[in-house]
Structure formats: C-alpha cells, structure tokens
C-alpha cells in the first residue's frame, strides 16, 4: 500500500542490523589481543618454567650466552626478582595500608568539611600521577637524601605513594556503602567513636577493604618504570632495604635488553601476568562474594 | 572518652600526610626542575633540540611532549570505536546476559597485564605483524606503540562508559521505541545523547592513562629524540625519555629531565582534572 | 615531608636488621661494555671467597653520576673523566684500566657476511646521508658483495654510554664532518636511526630487524653471532676485529693518570675502534658512612681485578687482557689509595 514506506522501515531495519554487527565485531577485535598475549606467553613461556626458576636468582649474561650458544635450557630463575618485589612490596603496603586506610575513613567521616573534600581531590590527583614522576620523586627523597644509594627502601617509597589513593578511595567508597542504621544503632547504645570504627566501620566493611587492598597490590606489583629510577636490581638475593634489590618486572627488563635470556623474558612474563591476573581474580571474587549490602 | 580524641587526631593527621606529600611532590619537582628553567627559560619548552654532549648541551621538551601527545592522541582514536563497541555490546545490547559477563571480564583482563609484558609481547608478537605488512621497515615508532597504548587503555574507557551507557533511565528509551524507533535509532537519539559527557569524560580519563605510560611506549616507539616525522618514524615520549636517560643524568640534564616530569605532572593533571569535572556535571 | 621521611627511616631500618649479612657487600655500577667480563670475574671472586658485588649495568655516566653521588663503591665507565668532570667530583678519583676492549659495527643483512667499512662509510651512514645499503658508496668498497636493495637503519645507544663515547672519539678523529656535527660524548645528538638501552638492547635490536647497524662492544656481537664489519685503519687497511688486532692498538705510551683513548692507532696491525675500559673509585676512601672494611675489599677486589687470574677470564670473554705497562699503573695507582690517610693495601 505504501511502498516508499516499506522501503524506508527496510532501510532503517538493514543499518540497525548492520549496527549491531558492528558493535559484534567492534567488541570482538578488542578482545582478541587478550588471546594472542596470553597464548603467546603460555606457548613461549611454559618452557622454562619448573622448580628452578623459582628456587634460584637469575643468571648472568655469561652463563645465558654459554646456555643459548650450546643450545641448553638457560640455567636459573627469578628468585632474587620474587624475594625483591615481596620485600618492596610488603614495605609498600606497611606503609600505605594503614595510613590509607585512616585517611579514607577520615573524608568519609568528614566529607562534609571543605578541608575533606580538598584531600578527596588531592588523591584523585596522585592517582593520576604516572608512576615514572613517583620514581622520580623518590630517588630525590630517598636514593639521593636517605639511603644515598639505590635501594628497596626507595623502591617501595614510590610503589607505596601509587598504593595510597588505591586504597583511600576504595576505602571511603566501602565505607558509604554501610548503611547509616548501624552507625545510628551503635551511636544510640552509647558505643564511643574509636570503638565505632575499630569494631564495626572496619569489620563490616572487610570484604570492601581487602578488595582495595587486593586490587592496589595486584596494580603495583607489574610496575617498572618507577623501581627503575629506585631499586636499580640486584643480581643476587638480598633483603637489606638499604641496599638495591631486584624484582620481577625489574628482571623482565633486564632478560629483554638481553637477547640471550629470551627465553627467560617469556617465562617471567607468563609467571608475572599469571600471578597479577589471579590476584586480580582473587579481588573480584572477594568483592562479589561478600558484597555487604 | 580519650580515645576517641586520639582516633580522631591519628585520623587527621593520616589525612595530613596526604596533603604534606601532595605538596612535597611538586616542590620537589619544581626544586628538580629550576636549573634547567633557569638555563633555557621559556624555550625548554618550545625547543626540540636535545644535544647532551659536553660543551654544547641543550634541552629543550618539545620533542618529547611532541611523541606523547602524538601517540596519546592516535591511541585514543585507535581506542574509541573498540572501547565504544564493547561498552554498548556489555551495557546496551546484551546487558544483564552470560556473554557480557564474559566480555567484561575479559577486558578487565586487558587491565591486569602489566605495561612491560605488553612491550614485551608488542616487541617480540606484534611488530613481526606489522614489519609483515610492509608499512614499516623495522616496526618500531610512533604507530606500534600507539597501537599497544589503545589495547592498554581500551578496559578504562570501556568500564566507565559501560558505567554510564547503563545508567539511561529505561523509560527514555522505553519512549523512544515506543514511536517505533529501531534499535539503533534509540542509541543514536536517546542513549548517546544522554551519556554524552559521561563518555567523553571517560575517554578524557583513558587519555590520561596514556600520556604517562612508561615501559611499553619505551619498548617501541625507537627512542629517537626528534618530533616524528611520521607515523612509522621512531620518537619518544616524556616518560619513556626519563626512563631511558635518569639513571644516568646529571646536572643539567637531570634537571631537563626533571622538569619534563614536572610537565607531564602538569600535562596528565589537567587532563585528569578535565575527565572529572565533566563526570561530576553529568553525575 | 620532613616527618614522612622520618617515618620512612624508622620503618626501614626495622627491616634492615634482620637483612644484615655477615658477608660483605660491595655496589658498584657503570659501563655495560665490560659487563660480561666483570659478572664472570665477580661471581669468581665471590665463590672463592671475596665479597658479594652488586653490579649495576646503567651505562658508563650512569656510573659516574653514581660515584659522585657517592652511592657506589666504585663504578666502572669505558670514558675517562674529563679534567671538568674530575673537578666537579667531591673528592681526588683515580682511574684503573681493567681490559681492553672493542667497538665493533654489527649488522644484520640478509645474506652478507663480510662487509668492509671505511671511515667515510661509516660517516655517512651513522649521520644519515648514506640512506641505502646498494648506495654505490658502500658498493666501491665492498667490490663483488651482493647487497640488497634495502633502507639502513642505524641503531644507536638511547642511554649515556662510553660506547657511544669511544666511537664518537674514533669517528670525530677521522671525520672532520662528524666532528663538527655531532662531536665527541657518552651521549650525541643522533640525526637519524632509532635508540636501544645498553650494548645488549642494541645488539638485541640489530639481530631482531634485518637492514640495521649498529656499534657495540665487540663481545655482544660476538656471543650473538651478530656479523661485525671489517674496517679500515690508519695505515689504509681493512682490519677484522680479533684479540690480536686490540692489543696492538694498546702499544701507545701510558700517561701517569691511564687517562688516554686507543683510537685510530697508528700500528698498522691495529683494529681502529679500541679502547681501555676503566674503573674509577676514590682516592680517599673514607666519605659518609662509608666503612674500613667496604674500602678495603673494594681496593682488594679491583687489584684481583687486574691480576693474572681475572685477566685470564677477560680473554675468555673475548677482552684482550691489559698489556704490561698498563697493569703496572694499575697496581701503583692502587697502592695510591688510602682509608683515613693510611694506605689499604699493605
């Protein structure tokens, strides 16, 4: 009856079909690299992978090219890379979890001060400082005025200040999930206000915590570019803070700009992603788990 | 009632630190920075000149701000139609389904690989891809980085986009299918136009992920210190600039470097700054 | 600030207790050059007794910024300290020559093995007027060979290198127009080719993209069966780069302080990019917290260094070893450097 009409719903069906499947591939194509890397680490990298390359630190240029021109398996591992970023790490959240922790409950405590906000805002900016400038900031502070020297200590200086905000915001935001009627019970029993937090802000709200918490470790433990400019890496084992220590993605650096390590390269990335990944895995699952309200 | 008082001081004063490393961070960098300001002035920035031999040493940060804002930029415009894709494909089309589910977590994924197994998968997997094609003779610049910068920030656009997209009231597009529009039609007219900010913030925010990117920019833009002459030309950044020559600077340079870091502080801060601003007018 | 610091420190040193060793440990940083032969010599040193040494590969400014900080107990560089550097150094430091080593052009073209490289090649291609591996340029010299049609692409050191510097030294000898352009330093300001961190990311680079050159130390080329160009020496001939032909650039005279470059030589059986590679440390030991104990098993470690045994496994790592008057500087040099005054070693 009405033909142009029919023409033009045809028309508009065709690009509504042909929309969705562009939105299809369009999503597809993003996840694709996903596959690639991960397959490619898990093909190239297995390989390596066994008792050793946990147990011992990682082997000289010397031993690699002796390996790599004979065609052996390249002796040694990552070990004093694991035992430098567990260091640096638990250095870092000594540090930043509890002082995190304190400031974010203190803006939700105080949100309604100007003086709360400002610091809101204030850790907004740090968590978009790139990592390399909080290199830069603790090799002034650290490696050049405390430790005059590379070191662990200052390795876990700019890893902690990365943590910080993580943990501040994820904080505040766990905190604004708990609803009010257990903050105005324990108030109406006459609960004083340290207690209030100790014993219920805290608890109630542990599942939120530790998914910050988790999800902050899981984001400073693949960092490189700052523990560059801080820890420099070590060759052997050490866990002197003063002293420059190795770490994992340290030592992925080091294999890369070291073509006979390789096959070394892949591993330790496939055993950094691997551990990143569950870490992260480990977050979200806490977090959909125990979802407080 | 004493500890209250001192839950309440130990409170502040943890809020405290914030705000004294906050201030500690720019002093610094600006302490850092002075000599080469000093030296050079305004011209540190618009110079591209970066001679570090002895005699006759200048700096100037234009090459790098150059490579990071070139390679931001075409990374973000390599990101879009994936990160726009997948944020309609999780919040609109199969929204609340299994599949989105998946699709979510897989980007979450993208996130969790950390920047030097990109470079290093970007090195080794992806420039062969791109040699192969006969673009590039050596697949190193300022295109393959950008290319692994957009997969890297594709998961932060996608999140908050999707956040947002899934935010439109139902009744708008209940409205609009109501007069017989079309699927697309709905995205186009209702959808987009409601979340607009929301997705132009949080493309803003994905930017800002970029500009700071250290290692996987370093591992594959080739390290030239010139602007680029092209987008198979090797480059350099302002991060991957400070992780290639920090550990060996000193005097002036390190000061040039330093200030570089107090630029890009400054250049991600506003961008950063920017991304919020507009979240919070839409929230 | 102040207060973070504080809380740092007091937070840093509950770790560092239970960290301490009773074995010492020395740090040292610098050139990535030498760096085969110092790990395999170090890690000896250690097994049989001697501390544990952190090397740091950072590049050889990296080592002297890391010795003027005062962060090291000594660093390594393949550049001597100019008389400016030397002066902007807290205390009096002396250089050690601990091998000799060479600057080789690596390259990667599909199909050609033996290339033959003049100065004028090698200026015009690392300055980017030579864009082409079939320029008739490189053809004249290298009569017969089968080049591909190919762009070059040169591979420089992103970083601050005493390569970079030892290469520059020979190149602007022999080039007045690199002199004038790009002069000699541990760092230039390259017109064309892209950059790779340290020796190993340069070789890295060279032996993953076909069409490349490069300049690296002669043992990277070699461990990676990278081909390496002959080139031409003073006296007009081209000179493969061998054991032999480094140690016959190291016949020049030895000044007081080893502070002299081995480039350009004028034996004729001398391979023209060679070069001392040096440690360098302080004169007076004892600065901040720096320990008796540090300062003595640094001055130990460096005269083991130069000895005949470390000497034999720099020749296994493909450095010639020092020739007589150098590793007799060495030992009087060492014999110089003092603890508080007093001499440490007796």
Redesign the interface.
Same mark, same amino acid.
Not at chain 3, 58 to 66: E, M, P
Not at chain 3, 68 to 72: K, L
């Given at each position: 009856m009405y033909p142009e009409l029919n023409d033009n719903i045809n028309r508009r069906n065709g690009t509504n079909s042909r929309f969705r499947y562009l939105v299809i591939a369009g999503s597809v194509i993003t996840v694709i690299p996903i596959f690639f890397i991960v397959g490619n680490l898990a093909v190239k990298g297995f390989r390596q992978i066994n008792l050793e390359f946990f147990t011992r630190p990682a082997p000289?240029?010397?031993q690699a090219?002796m390996a790599?021109?004979s065609g052996e398996v390249i002796p040694g591992g990552i070990a004093n890379g694991l035992t430098g970023s567990l260091?640096m790490v638990v =250095?870092a959240s =000594?540090?930043a979890i509890p002082l995190g922790l304190m400031t974010g409950i203190y803006i939700y405590e105080n949100s309604s001060l100007k003086y709360a906000r400002f610091i809101r805002s204030l850790t907004e900016i740090l968590q978009g400082v790139p990592s390399i400038i909080l290199g830069i900031i603790a090799y002034i502070?650290?490696?050049?005025?405390?430790?005059?020297?590379?070191s662990a200590?200052a390795g876990s !200086?700019s890893l902690a200040i990365m943590m910080l905000p993580l943990i501040i915001r994820s904080t505040e935001e766990t905190m604004r999930m708990i609803p009010v009627s257990i903050r105005e019970a324990a108030f109406a029993l006459g609960t004083p206000y340290y207690k209030m937090i100790y014993k219920i802000l805290i608890p109630v709200s542990f599942s939120g915590l530790a998914t910050g918490v988790l999800l902050a470790l899981s984001r400073i433990l693949g960092e490189t570019a700052p523990l560059m400019l801080t820890a =420099?890496?070590?060759?052997?084992i050490?866990?002197? !803070?003063?002293?420059?220590v190795s770490a994992v993605p340290l030592l992925i650096w080091d294999f890369?700009?070291?073509?006979?390590m390789v096959s070394l390269v892949w591993s330790a990335s496939l055993f950094l992603m691997v551990f990143v990944l569950s870490m992260n895995l480990l977050a979200r699952s806490v977090a959909s788990k125990h979802k407080y309200i | 009632m004493s500890g209250d008082r001192v839950t309440k001081v130990l409170l502040f004063i943890s809020s405290l630190?914030i705000l004294?490393?906050s201030?500690?961070i720019v002093?610094?960098l600006f302490g850092g920075a002075l000599p080469a300001f000093r030296e050079f002035g305004f011209r540190f920035i618009t110079s591209s %000149?970066?001679? /570090?031999?002895?005699?006759?040493e200048e700096y100037g940060a234009m090459s790098f701000i150059a490579g990071t804002v070139i390679t931001s930029i075409l990374a973000l415009i390599i990101c879009i139609p994936m990160a726009f894709s997948t944020s309609l494909f999780i919040a609109e089309y199969y929204k609340g389904t299994r599949t989105s589910g998946i699709l979510r977590s897989l980007v979450d994924l993208l996130a969790g690989i950390p920047s030097i197994v990109y470079g290093f998968w970007g090195?080794y997997a992806l420039r062969p891809l791109l040699v192969a094609t006969g673009l590039t003779?050596?697949?190193?610049g300022v295109f393959t980085a950008s290319l692994v910068l957009a997969i890297m920030i594709v998961p932060y656009a996608t999140s908050l986009s999707a956040e947002i997209i899934s935010m439109v009231p139902a009744e708008l597009k209940e409205a609009a299918y109501s007069l017989g529009a079309t699927r697309r039609e709905v995205i186009f007219s209702v959808v987009i136009p409601s979340a607009r900010s929301g997705i132009i913030a949080s493309f803003i925010l994905a930017l800002g992920r970029a500009l700071g990117e250290t290692m996987a920019v370093?591992m594959l833009i080739?390290?030239?210190?010139v602007i680029p002459k092209g987008l198979f030309a /090797?480059g350099?950044t302002m991060a991957s600039v400070i992780a290639?020559?920090f550990?060996? %600077?000193?005097?002036l340079k390190m000061s040039a470097l330093i200030a570089i870091g107090l630029l890009l502080f400054m250049i991600t801060a506003l961008v950063n700054y920017l991304g919020k601003l507009i979240i919070k007018r839409f929230a | 600030?102040a207060?973070?610091?504080l809380?740092?420190?007091s937070?840093?040193g509950g770790?560092?207790t239970?960290?301490? #060793?009773k074995q010492i440990?020395l740090?040292a940083?610098g050139a990535t050059f030498p760096?085969?032969f110092y @790990?395999?010599a170090f890690?000896k040193y250690n097994e049989a007794g001697g501390p544990?040494i @952190?090397?740091?590969g &950072?590049?050889?400014? $990296?080592? &002297?910024?890391?010795l003027?900080? #005062? &962060?090291?107990d000594f660093a390594a560089t393949d550049a001597y300290l100019?008389d400016?550097e030397l002066a902007?150094m807290p205390g009096e430091v002396v250089h050690i020559p601990t091998c000799i080593g060479a600057v080789v052009i690596a390259y990667n073209l599909p199909g050609v093995t033996d290339l033959q490289l003049t100065p004028e090649l090698l200026e015009g291609i690392f300055l980017g007027n030579i864009k082409k591996w079939n320029d008739p340029k490189i053809l004249a010299a290298n009569p017969g060979l089968a080049v591909p049609d190919m762009?070059i692409?040169v591979v420089y050191r992103?970083?601050?290198s005493g390569t970079t510097y030892i290469f520059s030294d020979y190149m602007s000898k022999v080039s007045p127009a690199w002199k004038a352009q790009?002069?000699?330093?541990?760092?230039?300001?390259?017109p064309a080719? &892209?950059?790779?961190?340290?020796n190993?990311?340069v070789? $890295?680079?060279i032996?993953?993209?076909q $069409?490349?050159i490069g300049y690296i130390g002669y043992e990277y080329a070699f461990? #990676?069966?990278i081909p390496m160009a002959k080139v031409m020496n003073s006296a007009g001939l081209f000179i493969e780069p061998t054991l032999e032909s480094f140690t016959a650039a190291a016949a020049a005279e030895m000044p007081a302080d080893t502070r002299v470059m081995l480039t350009n030589s004028p034996n004729p059986a001398a391979y023209p990019i060679t070069s001392f590679t040096w440690i360098i440390m302080y004169k007076e030991l004892a600065y901040?917290?720096h320990s008796s104990e540090a300062a003595e098993a640094a001055v130990k470690t460096v005269k083991w260094l130069t000895g005949e045994e470390a000497q034999a496994i720099a020749t296994s790592?493909h450095y010639a070893a020092l020739p007589q008057n150098a590793s007799l500087q060495a030992a009087e040099l060492l014999r110089g450097i003092t603890y508080q005054g007093l001499t440490v070693l007796r």
């Open positions: 000289d240029t010397f090219m790599a021109s260091l =250095l =000594l540090f502070w650290i490696v050049k005025n405390i430790t005059r020297g590379y200590l !200086v =420099l890496g070590s060759p052997a050490s866990l002197d !803070v003063t002293r420059p890369y700009n070291d073509p006979n | 630190t004294l490393l201030a500690g002093i610094s %000149a970066w001679n /570090p031999t002895a005699g006759s090195f003779d050596q697949g190193f370093t080739g390290n030239a210190n /090797p350099n290639n020559q550990g060996e %600077a000193s005097g | 600030m207060a973070m610091a809380l740092l420190v937070c840093g770790g560092s239970t960290g301490k #060793q440990t740090s940083a760096q085969p @790990n395999l890690k544990l @952190n090397y740091g &950072i590049g050889s400014g $990296g080592g &002297i910024k890391s003027r900080d #005062q &962060i090291v100019s400016a902007e762009e692409t992103s970083d601050g790009l002069g000699t330093g541990k760092a230039l300001n390259w080719g &892209i950059g790779a961190k340290g190993p990311g070789s $890295g680079t032996s993953q993209s $069409g490349s461990a #990676q069966k901040g917290k790592v």
